[in-house]
């Protein structure tokens, strides 16, 4: 029987590793590969790297007095991620182009997760499932509650479309996508825990897996979406950046509870 997943989500904003409160406010946490390590040691199954920067951005880091390259691009970064980690990274931000996703894959990314682009032209989906296959394209669906509906959202949460979550998932694993990575804008960094009914509606909808991200406050949000819903995954951010050896304690707290996780452990490379 497969396996739930456990992954850690880390958000880069501008070349730094930030933490989100509703889409919104981003505090700096500071090296974007230092917690990728930290992560690879305690066994997360994966990892999401979700670049949340404006357009193109340029980085300076000013890591040079730290003996470090002064890395200016995303890009690099995601290089940077690949070499000190060996579980899958799924990288998303600013992609929009084949050419954009070539890039990161080259890079190291395992997997590409796609959120504007297709919902301007949805035909992109195919076309990168066509190109790199279903398995590598991850559609990330951005939600927020409006006049009761939830509503997929663009542009890191700012522009209503005209989709809601249900439909958008239906549509996106129509056209071809692997994965759906379903996030709350409402519940992001809230420490409300996930928003169980609407899990259980999109998970039982459609027959791609569904990752769980938004609003994770403690470990047993994770066992609340795992043994209510039908969901694949389940990932956070915030609360992986706080506790030493997070990623090995949530672990440890599904599988200590029979959820259908791997057994937890930590290692050193």
């Known amino acids: 029987m497969k396996k739930n997943r456990l992954i850690p989500v880390l958000l880069l904003k501008d070349g730094w590793l ?15 590969t230092i917690a990728v390590k930290r992560l690879s040691e305690w066994a ?15 980085y300076d880091l000013r890591r040079d007095d730290l003996k470090h390259p002064n ?12 070499k000190c980690t060996f579980m899958p990274i799924t990288v998303g931000g600013n992609i929009r182009s084949l050419n954009d996703i070539e890039d990161r894959l080259k890079r190291g990314a395992d997997k590409i997760s796609i959120n504007t682009k297709p919902l301007n032209d ?43 979550a249900i439909e958008w998932a239906k549509i996106s694993e129509d056209m071809g996508a692997g994965e759906i990575l379903l996030n709350s804008v409402d519940r992001d960094g809230k420490r409300t825990g996930y928003d169980i009914p ?20 403690e470990w047993q949000d994770f066992e609340d979406a ?29 599988f200590d509870r029979g959820c259908n996780v791997r057994r937890p452990f930590i290692t050193n490379f």
């Open 18 to 32: 930030v933490q989100s409160k509703g889409f919104s406010r981003h505090q700096n946490l500071g090296n974007p």
């Open 44 to 58: 997360a199954d994966e990892l999401i790297y979700l670049d949340i920067s404006s357009g193109e951005a340029t």
């Open 71 to 82: 890395r200016h691009n995303f890009l690099d970064i995601i290089e940077d991620v690949s």
């Open 122 to 164: 949805k035909s992109f989906i195919t076309e990168a499932a066509k190109e790199f296959g279903a398995q590598c394209i991850v559609v990330s669906i951005d939600t927020k509650v409006i006049n009761e509906k939830h509503i997929v959202m663009k542009h890191g949460g700012k522009e209503v479309t005209d989709f809601t």
């Open 198 to 217: 609407l899990l259980t509606l999109l998970s039982d909808t459609v027959k791609i897996p569904v990752i769980a991200l938004g609003g994770v406050g």
């Open 226 to 254: 795992l043994s209510e819903t039908n969901v694949d995954a389940v990932a956070a951010a915030n609360i992986f950046h706080y506790t030493d050896q997070s990623v090995y304690l949530a672990k440890k707290h599904l």
